[in-house]
Every structure is written in structure tokens, then in C-alpha cells.
């Protein structure tokens, strides 16, 4: 654990210290960087989605330290880490564990399957059908898996972070809406600069192995004990009302054919809230909700097809709603 800071104690969730979450967060960024150079920004995101207890989508090309980032943030917060390559023949039971015959006892034992770890990879997860896809899903949204009749909770806390390529179509089977509306946030990593490449590169050549160890930060529990501090973040009812206008924004825009659900209300306010957090702040401005919408709201938007050929994005759409809707000028 890091000594002195973060501070080597956390107090009750009831009442957030200001600046305990931020002095957390900021501790686990600055060891992510370690492995990830000059994605900060991206990572700010990572960290706010987790802490608001939500789901993550990386959609990029390969080679960008994908499935790094994933499995940095266990090493960093001592989560128990799986690992899971989507493939066309993959089945769900690979996914959730299966009943199997106990050959002593001559009874069925379950056995569970990789998705009993506090933070799962689930590795290009648009080229598993369909229905492997939803075992995974349905695991995210009610945080239990049912076998053969019986109920299995999944360890706390439990996380997802899948990734998808968008530039390959053959043998891909995308994720439809419903399913993407699981996630609370989806965003890409981006081609890091030229310098951020040359740094990369020298830290390679300097370590003299592929593997970087990184040092532990937290633990599950602390994390949890972060996550519900970031559930006590006080919204003023206006910057509720501006998240519910921009929400309302998508719906009645003349360029999507689907606006965001209520889910991506809820969505919108958790991941404010974790920004606030980050940012030392005990209380969420209209900056947060502008700092996450994006993320937050545009993989739950459909543009209309014309739009979309004419080159619209989801993302355009929600940065016309943000541009559109005023935001309040004064919160209590």
C-alpha cells in the first residue's frame, strides 16, 4: 500500500471526507501511468467508470494496450483478473462454469467459469454469437449467474471491461443496443503522439523484459469503500434537471432514430458523480455532466441512417444536445 498518501484510512461512507476519493484516484492514475503512457485522459475515464461501479467498452483498433489497461487496473487494486477471448465457437457455459459429475460422490458440482473474478476481460467480445454475448451481459446487469436452477452471486466487486475492434466485419457479430445499454461507458484509446511512442519505446529498451509489474494501490474493499463514498456525492436538483434535459435532448432530436433510455439517466448521474470525486469535490457541477456525456450517453443513441451516411455520429448527436441545452448557471 502507498503510505501517507492516500491517506491509510478511509472514513465512513455516510459522510465522504472531500479530496479522499480524489487523493485514491489520483494514486491509481499515477501507477497506471507507469504502463500507460500519455493516456491520462482515457485512464481519468477508466477510473471514473469503475468508481461509479459501471461497466466499460474499449472500441478501437488492435494494438493500442487494450486489454493492458485492463489488466493493470487489477494488478493496481488487487482484484482477482480473468481473462476472456471471444471466439465464434465459444458457448455460454465456457462464460458462466457448468454443472459437471462429481466422480467420488456421483453427484453434480458446479464449477465455476472465469466470470467469477472481480474484474473480467471479456477480449473482443463482438466475434462470440449472439448468445454467448448475452451470458456475459446478463452476468453484468444482475451480478449473479443461474445454473441448472441454482443462483450463483459473483464476487464484489464485480467489474467488466470487454473490448471490440470497429474496423473488422467478417466474423463479428456486433453487440445490439440493449446489450451496449449494459455498459455505462464506451470510448477508445486513441493512437498515442509521437513523443508518447518514443517514450514508450524507451521505457521498453530501459526494463530490458515485456512485463511491467506495478504496485498495489488498494484493495477490493477499499474499492468498495470508494464506490459507495462516490454514492454519497450530493446532485442539486437543477444539474438533475440538466441531466434530464440533455437525456430528453437525444430523444427529440431530428437526427437520431433512438434516444438515449432512462438507464442512460442513470448512467449519466453515476459517472458525474465519480467525476466529482475524482475531481475533490463532494458535490457534482454541470462541468461534471459535460466532462462524461459523451461517453456516458453516445453508444446508447441509433442515428438515423441518412444522418449516418452523411457522416453523423452518435457522438455529433450528443455534442449538438450539450451545445443545445442550457446548463444551469448557479447550484445550491
Known sequence: MIEDEPPAYFPEPTA???????????????????????????????????????????????????????????????????????????????????????????????????????????????????????????????????????????????????????????????LPEAQLDRFLMKFGLGYPSEDDETEILARRAERRQERIELRQILDGARLRQLQEAVEMIHVDRAVLRYMTALVQATRVSQRTQAGASPRGSLALLKASRAWAGLAGRDFVTPDDVVAVARPTLAHRIIVKPDDWLRGMSAEDVVAACLE?????????
Open 16 to 174: 465522504p471526507e472531500q479530496g479522499v476519493i480524489a487523493a485514491w484516484g489520483n494514486a491509481i492514475l499515477d501507477e497506471l501511468e507507469r504502463a500507460i503512457v500519455g493516456k491520462r485522459d482515457v485512464l481519468y475515464l477508466l477510473v471514473t467508470g469503475l468508481l461509479a461501479d459501471g461497466h466499460i467498452l474499449l472500441e478501437d483498433v488492435p494494438g493500442l494496450a487494450k486489454t493492458l489497461v485492463a489488466r493493470s487496473f487489477a494488478q493496481v487494486a488487487d482484484l482477482s483478473f480473468s481473462r476472456v477471448q471471444f471466439t465464434p465457437d465459444l458457448v455460454p457455459g465456457d462464460i458462466t462454469g457448468s454443472s459437471v459429475l462429481d466422480l467420488e460422490t456421483r453427484q453434480p458440482i458446479f464449477k465455476a467459469g472465469p466470470i467469477f473474478a472481480n474484474l473480467v476481460l471479456g477480449d473482443e467480445i463482438n466475434r462470440a454469437p449472439p448468445k454467448t454475448q448475452a451470458a456475459l451481459l446478463e452476468a453484468m446487469e444482475e451480478r449473479q449467474v443461474t445454473i441448472d436452477g441454482v443462483t450463483h452471486a459473483l464476487p464484489t466487486p464485480f467489474l467488466v471491461i470487454a473490448t471490440q475492434n470497429p474496423i473488422e466485419s467478417g466474423g463479428t457479430y456486433p
Open 324 to 332: 443545445s441545452v442550457p446548463a444551469p448557471t448557479a447550484v445550491a
